[in-house]
């Protein structure tokens, strides 16, 4: 019984604590992070009297701006919206080129234990939408364009981050975060040289660490 006595009093002088930012308040922040994710999943090709369908893993690696702004409504919970661009890193290789655009939107609720006026540590769930556009172009030995493949991926993503953000004073600090991401990136359109390819299907689940920084501000 002592025991529990001591952690809801324990809870209670955090809770008295962590009042430093008060209901109303809006946080924004724009920063940078990369991350590192395993990937895997399955590729079909299926037309009349043939079917091919195999299963893959990899690796890959990312970088994102993100851009997310957030409403206090309680001294402890925020909640707020998340939009995230950038590319992934590209191997390179003779006769190809690629290039990629890689989005995310995101609704996010967050936490915040022990916040006082100058730090504010955190933990944030997002679930949203992400999307990958791929340009890869092939060339012939002699540097011809030899085939064009445009592609789009998106599903659904999970982020949950843990965070600190440190002020300078009442408006302006740095918040450094790292978390865990789930992309699904299934493949929604595919062209060849400019012509549809529907038989092409291919599901993929990109699962990682990213870990970033960003000013931010709060009014």
């Not at 939107?105 to 730090?119: R, S």
Request: with cysteine; aromatic share 16%.
């Amino acid at each position: 019984m002592k025991y529990a006595l001591l952690t809801c009093c324990l809870f209670a002088s955090l809770f008295t604590f962590s009042q430093g930012t008060e209901a109303g308040d809006i946080t924004f922040g724009v920063g940078m992070d990369a991350g590192i994710y395993k990937t895997s999943g399955t590729r079909s090709y299926s037309v009349t009297n043939f079917d091919s369908t195999e299963t893959f893993k990899d690796t890959a690696a990312a970088w994102f701006v993100p851009i997310h702004v957030e409403y206090c409504f309680h001294h402890m919970l925020s909640a707020g919206a998340l939009v995230k661009f950038g590319r992934y890193f590209v191997e390179d290789k003779e006769f190809e080129s690629q290039t990629n655009v890689a989005q995310v939107y995101g609704l996010t609720i967050d936490f915040h234990p022990l916040k006082n006026d100058y730090f504010d540590p955190y933990l944030r769930i997002t679930n949203g939408y992400s999307s990958l556009k791929i340009n890869h172009q092939e060339f012939t030995s002699i540097g011809t364009l030899a085939q064009t493949n445009e592609s789009r991926s998106a599903g659904y993503h999970f982020e949950i981050d843990a965070g600190i953000r440190a002020y300078f004073g009442k408006h302006i600090g740095l918040n450094v975060y790292g978390g865990y991401n789930i992309y699904n990136l299934n493949l929604k359109d595919l062209t060849i040289d400019g012509k549809s390819e529907p038989a092409f299907k291919q599901d993929m689940v990109a699962k990682g660490v990213e870990i970033g920084m960003a000013i931010v501000g709060r009014f």
